[in-house]
């Protein structure tokens, strides 16, 4: 009877850490190739495995190494989360730690069916069950939520969230596993079974809470982005109506240059010919509609945030190259640069004239984007430690640009970098197509 139960033991543990690491796996974005990240999970689940050899098989009744070693066990299970991870934060750490949980929801469901059964074939046949039911229905009910959040909400940290998994943990392994097991005493097997529906509702509530707010910030920016987007093709509606206007009045006097012109040439005028022609270039020029690029929203962007640099006398710099058809979304693009010009033209509106001046290099092609902008700056910029990029002073409920730019350069997976020199600030985001 007692091989019988280590036997079950060994077997029941092994499928939760085997299933901890396809639910890790799973859910997490990968730093490293899929045949690496098998590999170092791999790993993992030997090692946990070893420790529950020593703990369960050679050690059996010492309670001490069994608390130390799920201790170990513990560290070991979260760190392989972290290092597979792309990002490695918060959110990884709250996706790691909630693996856990599920994983002993199908360790208490194999103990539960032994206690009520005694079969160790049906205990372990539920065990696999209630795993892949799990897994399943987090996969595809909350799954996409999981990685949304790698994509968006980047400056919020989860490590108030992380204590939900670390207390439904300590919960359940107080109740089935340690000081006492479920086997010492079944009455806490109603317990069991209700935290464990308590646990799994939870989740499921909190995760669509989050995701229902996130997408309500993201509709705000939408909405900043396209009230933007109408308001440049006011502007730009106006400089068109305007040019056609004061082009009919040129063309209408052209009849009278045309007769000056030639009363000109008859007295060799000549310099005065030339003056007269110079006003009608002139004319021509600032009736000109300026053109940055051949995608229309970009370009209403572009224009709007350039009339709004004029109208604090800012010197607004632009080497622009970018294609009609955008390998970006031509919404999230034309946002990230309203983003990035906005903060730039506050940052230097309320400097001296010959300091107001904003450099901007925006490539967009099919092989690769590069948006690169500098700009003088006097108060001190304070970095967000956990993004890397300045951080807003003006509350919580400001900065979510700048966390909309991270969000984009993360979705294509470019590299952002910014940082201050001899009172310069410089943000360069490059991401590669090829």
């Keep these: 009877m007692v091989i019988k139960m280590v036997y079950f033991k060994d077997i029941s543990y092994m499928l939760s850490h085997v299933f901890f690491m396809v639910f890790i796996y799973l859910f997490l974005v990968h730093r490293y190739s899929k045949k690496a990240t098998l590999c170092i999970c791999f790993i993992s689940c030997s090692v946990l495995n070893l420790f529950d050899f020593f703990k369960l ?19 070991i299970s979260q760190c392989t989360g972290l290092f597979i991870s792309k990002k490695r934060d918060s959110r990884v750490l709250f996706i790691s730690l909630s693996a856990s949980n599920y994983v002993i929801v199908g360790s208490i469901t194999a103990s539960i069916l032994y206690i009520c059964t005694g079969s160790i074939h049906l205990a372990l046949a539920g065990n696999i069950l209630m795993h892949l039911t799990i897994l399943l229905i987090l996969h595809f009910k909350i799954g996409n939520i999981f990685h949304k959040f790698f ?3 980047l400056g919020k940290s989860w490590w108030e969230l992380c204590l939900i998994p670390v207390f439904f943990f300590c919960s359940f392994s107080c109740l089935s596993f340690f000081p006492f097991t479920l086997y010492e005493f079944p009455e806490n097997i109603l317990v069991s079974i209700f935290l464990m ?28 982005m396209f009230e933007s987007y109408i308001k440049g093709l006011e502007s730009q509606n106006y400089l068109v109506e305007h040019a056609e206007r ?57 224009l709007k945030m350039t009339a709004q640099a004029k109208s604090f006398q800012i010197t607004l ?21 309203a983003n990035l010009l906005e903060n730039a033209v506050f940052s230097v509106k ?42 807003s002073e003006k509350g919580k409920s400001h900065g979510l640009g700048m966390q909309s730019v991270l969000a984009f350069a993360d979705k294509l997976g470019a590299n952002i970098d910014c940082y201050c020199e001899n009172n310069l600030f410089r943000i360069i985001l490059f991401a590669d197509f090829d």
Excluded at 317 to 337: H, K, W
Excluded at 350 to 365: F, M, P, S, V
Aim: glycine share 2%.
């Design 197 to 224: 529906i308590t646990m799994l509702v939870s989740y499921v509530v909190v995760l669509r809470y989050l995701d229902s707010e996130a997408k309500k910030v993201e509709g705000y920016w939408k909405n900043v």
């Design 350 to 391: 309320e400097l001296e004239q010959g300091k107001r001046y904003i450099h901007a290099k925006i490539h967009c092609t099919s092989e690769y984007l590069l948006i690169d902008m500098s700009n003088e700056y006097e108060k001190e910029i304070h970095f967000d430690s956990l993004t890397g990029l300045p951080q």
């Design 246 to 302: 004061n082009l009919k009045i040129l063309r209408h006097d052209m009849r009278h240059y045309s007769m000056m012109i030639n009363s000109l040439l008859d007295q060799k005028a000549y310099d005065e010919i030339r003056k007269i022609a110079g006003h009608i270039n002139e004319v021509v020029d600032e009736n000109k509609v300026e053109r940055y690029c051949e995608n229309l929203v970009v370009n209403t962007i572009l």
């Design 151 to 153: 994509e968006r909400d």
């Design 317 to 337: 710099n632009t080497d622009i190259l970018i294609s009609r058809q955008l390998p970006v979304n031509e919404y999230e693009f034309a946002l990230v640069l």
């Design 57 to 75: 098989n050679l050690f059996p009744d010492s309670r001490l190494i069994y608390l130390f070693s799920t201790l170990i066990q513990i560290v």
